[in-house]
């Protein structure tokens, strides 16, 4: 198997697991929808998938900077590694912790995420590295799942902004809101 796809599969796994538990879910509301596929993006997407990079980092890394194309031994992988770490422990935190702190979390992570894509495409512009953790599947990976993810929270506040939202019961069963006078 060509290792350049071995960061397409966590993101594979969120998206099949997020499609199952929203088919799986009884009483769907666009509101429940977003908030399980973004759950499972924050939680799986960037939570595993940056402590799974954080391990290659850390524990592997001269054979992660051959994949990237950067002598083995520099520095930078420590703190590579400790910031995907940072930001895996801020995803999985997400399944116990909502509302700013997920916005706070996809912020800093499309900031993160971006930054790196953009100096991916410059080490290719610039110096031809096609390394395969530099160049192919990678990209549109440290692009897009931020951006899904951000896409993702814009539309979960939207909905919640809704003024024909349903209110909700401790429960979580919608309850009638009251008639509005004339």
């Not at 099949?16 to 879910?25: F, W």
């Not at 391990?55 to 890394?61: D, E, R, T, V, W």
């Given at each position: 198997m ?9 993101p594979?796994i969120?998206?099949?697991g997020?499609?199952?538990h929203i088919?799986l879910?009884?009483h769907?509301?666009p509101?429940?929808?977003?908030t399980i ?10 939570g ?7 391990g290659?980092?850390l524990?592997f890394?001269p054979a992660?900077a ?11 992988q420590?703190?590579?590694g ?6 895996g422990v ?7 912790l909502r ?13 993160y995420f971006w930054g790196c894509?953009?100096?991916h495409i ?11 953790y ?7 990976i440290v ?5 899904v993810?951000a ?14 939202r349903?209110a909700?019961?401790?429960t979580?069963?919608?309850?009638p809101?009251?008639?509005?006078s004339p």
């Amino acid at each position: 198997m060509n290792p350049s796809y071995g960061p397409v599969f966590i993101p594979a796994i969120a998206l099949i697991g997020a499609l199952v538990h929203i088919g799986l879910t009884r009483h769907r509301t666009p509101e429940r929808t977003l908030t399980i596929a973004l759950l499972w993006g924050l939680v799986v997407a960037l939570g595993v998938g940056e402590i799974v990079t954080a391990g290659s980092h850390l524990l592997f890394g001269p054979a992660t900077a051959a994949q990237i194309g950067f002598p083995a031994g520099n520095p930078f992988q420590t703190e590579v590694g400790v910031a995907n770490l940072s930001y895996g422990v801020l995803g999985i935190a997400c399944y116990w912790l909502r509302g700013g702190f997920w916005t706070a979390t996809v912020l800093g992570y499309l900031v993160y995420f971006w930054g790196c894509g953009i100096d991916h495409i410059y080490q290719y512009a610039a110096h031809g590295n096609t390394a395969p953790y530099n160049w192919g599947p990678i990209v549109p990976i440290v692009f897009g799942v931020p951006l899904v993810l951000a896409i993702l929270l814009v539309a979960l506040h939207r909905v919640r902004r809704r003024p024909d939202r349903p209110a909700q019961a401790p429960t979580g069963q919608a309850v009638p809101s009251a008639p509005s006078s004339p």
